[in-house]
């Protein structure tokens, strides 16, 4: 059984979309759906720097068309379940045709924008927790005003709020916690600061016709299988404001049965917290398309 999941957001860096672009077609395709959305994403998957590319509005929708294009680079994929962290569940809706490619980047491009304003409000931001009892972290979280904002399993929380209690989470780090990587995120994402973007995603959804999911849809909101297109599209909205638990997301994949995990480009974070999680599974991480022969033979072994 083979899981297609999607990265989220603070995966992408300088340059990583090049090597796909030059896949017969690439570059047309995704100049079109730069055409659709507004924002040039051959530019900022080539040509940008750090910064550029580190915007809430211009890294989600470059998250989104990067999954979609390198899934698409494997041909047909019966995956049998499909899940996505944090604006990778939009990729993920797209991979099991609950929307189509251009509205799943155009919800996102509007996601963005919408999260990008919200985190204008105030000064925020993430950072990861590596290791630790997750029970000691969110309770400590707690007492310094943060949000466990995604619950990531494998021995990793991140923590999400202003900066000052960031710089406060610093010095006072939870028991048993080994470091504090601060995440190239411009915003406390998945906590009440992103409220005023949530509205804003509603009204996007409004003009979406979604269509029930053709594989398992697993959601970040409880790690629950979900088969209403209609349900994703509403718990997508509702997500941005709520925390992430891919924990409980890597839980489902276990009771399923997966066998199996691929992660799209930019990959590397997801399946890193699955060789920790899910001992037994097969993993393989979608970087260049030099990765693409070795996914396609996972996939003939196991969809």
């Not at 021995?155 to 989470?169: F, K, M, N, P, S």
Request: charged share 20%; aromatic share 2%.
């Amino acid at each position: 059984m083979l899981v297609l999941v999607a990265p989220g957001q603070g995966a992408q860096t300088p340059g990583f979309l090049t090597p796909w672009l030059e896949l017969p077609g690439a570059t047309d395709r995704v100049n079109a759906w730069s055409d659709a959305i507004g924002l040039d994403l051959v530019h900022y998957g080539t040509q940008a720097d750090a910064d550029a590319i580190r915007d809430t509005a211009v890294a989600q929708p470059l998250l989104v068309a990067a999954g979609l294009l390198s899934a698409s680079a494997l041909g047909d994929i019966n995956a049998d379940v499909v899940a996505g962290h944090s604006v990778g569940e939009i990729t993920a809706a797209a991979f099991a045709g609950v929307l189509d490619d251009i509205s799943a980047l155009t919800l996102v491009r509007k996601r963005g924008q919408a999260m990008a304003e919200a985190a204008a409000i105030t000064r925020t931001g993430m950072s990861a927790l590596l290791g630790g009892d997750p029970e000691v972290s969110v309770a400590h979280l707690g007492k310094l005003g943060l949000t466990p904002a995604n619950v990531n399993g494998a021995g990793q929380i991140v923590a999400a709020g202003t900066l000052e209690q960031l710089a406060a989470l610093n010095e006072d780090k939870p028991e048993g916690v080994r470091r504090i990587v601060p995440l190239q995120v411009a915003g406390a994402f998945h906590t009440h600061h992103m409220a005023p973007a949530v509205d804003k995603l509603a009204e996007a959804a409004k003009a979406l016709t979604p269509t029930d999911p053709k594989a398992i849809y697993v959601s970040n909101k409880d790690g629950r299988a979900v088969h209403s297109g209609a349900e994703i599209v509403e718990r997508l909205v509702g997500q941005v404001a709520n925390p992430v638990r891919w924990d409980l997301c890597m839980e489902t994949f276990k009771e399923l049965g997966v066998t199996a995990l691929i992660e799209v480009c930019p990959g590397g974070t997801l399946t890193g917290l699955a060789k920790r999680a899910l001992p037994g599974v097969k993993t393989l991480a979608l970087k260049t398309p030099d990765d693409l022969d070795a996914a396609r033979e996972l996939i003939s072994e196991h969809a």
